[in-house]
């Protein structure tokens, strides 16, 4: 049986998003039907209503989500109806090489739900990243569906099914910051001042937000920047330096996808230290770096792709982190809205007005 239900849609290149029904089937094997409570706006939403990144129109758009699980499907047993999840769209399969390397994160085969969620007339709809949460319900592959600690808000808890979770992990995943490292995190949006939160978490000793903008980096020492830098004004390589005794942070983190702040975040790191690209670049980006100095400054250059995260090991962890009173989830939330708010919340998000909206249902 299908559930009709009212959904965001994408249905045109650059067209502005609209509220529709949609159907929703009933859960198959080792999938899971989740009744959604929150679902944050996240730029990859904008880039699919773009069409940049892919051009399978009509897409049904949200993904940074949490609820309750309503129904799953036979063979199902990682949850159970009443379950509080977070919605992950890395789902290992735990066959291809990747898993069977160890390497879960990086799996080739992440799974997702077998049926199509469909207009009215029946057209498919391309759930955003394997999700499609801007909707009363989702279904899902039930291992995108990770129980957690239901005494989370719901939309704090949804934001770690995404954006936040990317800056948490590529500070603690990726760069592998631990206690007593120095830091710099360039972009202080949503995904920046996750890396600061989760550098502050892992125990940084100088975190360094670098922003053109003063009411995010106003955002960034909320979460945790021991420093800031308007890099509209200063040079922030010779900024960073100058925090850092001369020498540079241990970790580097990019957090917008750019080659010019790539190349800070470059020449940021101290001797034999790690840049870390969280940012997602366009596809005509380049970079050019004098080779030679690739090689003499050692160390690492690493991309982070959604955190490195293991959703079934990393979200309840964060979590229990932040009812516990140690990572502000809250804070992330900038405003809550209605489901037909979604257009006006990207352009809220273009205009860096907030660090992430959040649909409730
Ligand atoms: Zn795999
Ligand atoms: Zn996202």
Known sequence: MANAVKGVIAGAKGAPVSVETILVPDPGPGEALVRIQACGVCHTDLHYREGAITNDFPFLLGHEASGIVEKVGP??????????????????????????RGRPWYCFASRNAQQKMTRQDGTPLSAALGIGAFAELALVAAGQAV???????????????????AGLGAAINTGGVSRGDSVAVIGCGGVGNAAIAGAKLAGAYTII???????????????????????RHTDPVQAIRDLTGGNGVNVAIEAVGRPE??????????????????????PEMKIELPLLEVFGRGGVLKSSWY????PSRDFPMFIDLYLQGRLDLERFVSETITLDKVEEAFHKMERG????SVVVF
């Not at 919605?87 to 898993?99: K, M, Q, V």
């Not at 053109?212 to 909320?222: F, G, N, P």
């Not at 007005?353 to 992430?356: D, G, M, N, P």
């Open 75 to 100: 063979t199902v047993t990682n949850v159970a109806p009443g379950d509080f999840v977070i919605l992950a769209w890395r789902a290992p399969c735990g066959t291809c090489r990747s898993c069977l």
């Open 147 to 165: 129980k957690v600690n239901a005494a989370a808000r719901p939309e704090a808890a949804g934001l770690v099914g995404c954006g936040i979770m």
């Open 209 to 231: 937000g670098v922003d053109v903008d003063d009411r995010k980096l106003e955002w960034a020492k909320q979460f945790g920047a021991t420093h800031t830098i308007n890099s």
């Open 261 to 282: 702040t790539y190349t800070q975040a470059f020449y940021a790191r101290d001797h034999a230290g790690t840049v870390v690209l969280v940012g997602v670049p366009s």
């Open 307 to 310: 955190g490195d995260c293991l």
């Open 353 to 356: 007005e907030v660090l992430r």
